[in-house]
């Protein structure tokens, strides 16, 4: 049976969540389907992810960007770390080389990581890309976009155009450069949607709103004010430190790398069956979103460059309103809550991207049945 190698970036869990659902799908198709994982991310959370079966290699192919918090990034030690790990390339090349030699993948599939992509064009290798960005246009656009060396541009944007494919599912940056680009639908796996089950698991009154606020990254974003932020809404996060110990929020599991046992419903499942969500612009939560049809309360994150794009596709699929970090921090968000909730859920986006993938990506695969 085939083997397909799944090399996803060390910047964040959400590009294994964007790539999950259609190496799902693959695994679906091929049941035999052989996977292996490369990438620094916890192996629990991409257990909770990914099908069974999967060798984990933490090896990382890039590098990733240092924030400060869910929203800022650190834009000049992070083009430092992409510097630094330029200047080694040749050993990073050698070692990338090595793994693809010890494993024999039928097909790379890169969420987005051009090291793999690079290694697997030289040795013959089928690859493909797969992402909402490319850390090229990412860099290139940044506050430090005209200080990436351009060896380093270079590079990058030559690994992304000589794969197979660059599949971009939407919302994603245009990217229009790309020769090999291809646009399709959203990628998600979205939960079945039942309000009243989740009031019912969580104890909570049937007339009661739920909001999820969910950030993801690292660090914390706190909700300041209260006591309550609105009367008759309560608040869902799975970050414990979020509400700074109020008593209109209750804490959910985290469905990532920490999760201890619990009997409590997934942020995932919450997110299908809430009533609106507070959240940063992100790919994963975005896509997700938009295909349980939940308004959105988005903080902005100014200095992203792919946030443009996720905000105005959103805002074309459910009812959404932009906030500052500021209005967060000061528990300012009862105005827009108010206005989200009373617009109520829109009609859900099919997650036809995952679909689409696979179509794709199976005449790779069957080469080797």
């Given amino acids: 049976m085939p083997h397909l190698f799944i090399a996803v970036t060390a910047h964040g869990y959400g590009h294994l969540a964007q790539v999950a659902p259609v190496v799902a799908e693959l695994r679906r198709r091929l049941p035999g389907l052989a996977l292996t994982l490369q990438g620094p991310v916890s192996t629990a959370f991409a257990a909770s992810r990914l099908p069974?079966?999967?060798?984990?290699?933490?090896?990382?192919a890039d590098v990733a960007l240092p924030m400060d918090g869910p929203l800022a990034t650190r834009?000049?030690?992070?083009?430092?770390?992409y510097i630094a790990f330029d200047a080694d390339y040749a050993m990073h090349w050698a070692r990338q080389r090595q793994l693809f030699e010890e494993t024999r993948p039928d097909l790379v599939l890169a969420d987005i990581p051009w090291l793999p992509l690079d290694v697997a064009g030289a040795m013959g290798l089928p690859a493909v890309a797969l992402s909402s960005l490319s850390w090229y246009d990412i860099l290139c656009e940044s506050p430090?976009?005209?200080?990436?060396p351009a060896g380093l541009a270079e590079r990058m944007r030559d690994a992304y155009a000589r794969a197979e494919l660059f599949l971009r599912p939407a919302p994603s940056m245009p990217m229009d450069w790309l020769p090999n680009g291809r646009d399709i639908g959203p990628i998600a796996a979205p939960h079945q949607r039942d309000p009243a089950g989740l009031r019912t698991l969580l104890g909570r009154p049937a007339s009661e709103r739920l909001v999820l606020m969910q950030f993801g990254g690292t660090g914390r974003l706190r909700l300041g004010g209260g006591p309550r932020l609105l009367e008759g809404v309560h608040l869902l996060s799975p970050d414990a430190g979020a509400g700074n110990?109020?008593?209109?929020?209750?804490?959910?599991?985290?469905?990532?790398?920490?999760?201890?046992?619990?009997?409590?419903?997934s942020v995932l499942e919450v997110l299908a069956s809430c009533d609106a969500l507070i959240t940063k612009p992100g790919y994963g939560t975005f896509a997700e979103t938009a295909c349980s049809g939940i308004p959105v309360l988005s903080v902005e994150r100014r200095d992203w460059p792919e946030s443009r794009w996720l905000v105005d596709w959103l805002g074309?699929?459910?009812p959404l309103r932009e906030v500052s970090a500021d209005a967060?921090?000061?528990?300012e968000l009862s105005e827009p809550l108010a206005e989200l909730l009373a617009a109520g859920p829109a009609p859900p986006v099919a997650p036809t991207g995952v679909a689409e993938a696979a179509d794709l990506l199976m005449p790779m695969l069957e080469k080797s049945v």
């Fill in 52 to 60: 069974a079966d999967f060798r984990h290699v933490q090896a990382a």
């Fill in 328 to 331: 967060v921090a000061a528990g």
């Fill in 75 to 81: 834009w000049v030690e992070g083009l430092a770390d």
């Fill in 245 to 265: 110990g109020r008593d209109d929020l209750t804490v959910i599991s985290a469905d990532g790398p920490s999760d201890g046992p619990s009997n409590g419903p």
């Fill in 144 to 148: 430090v976009g005209g200080q990436v």
């Fill in 316 to 318: 074309r699929q459910v």
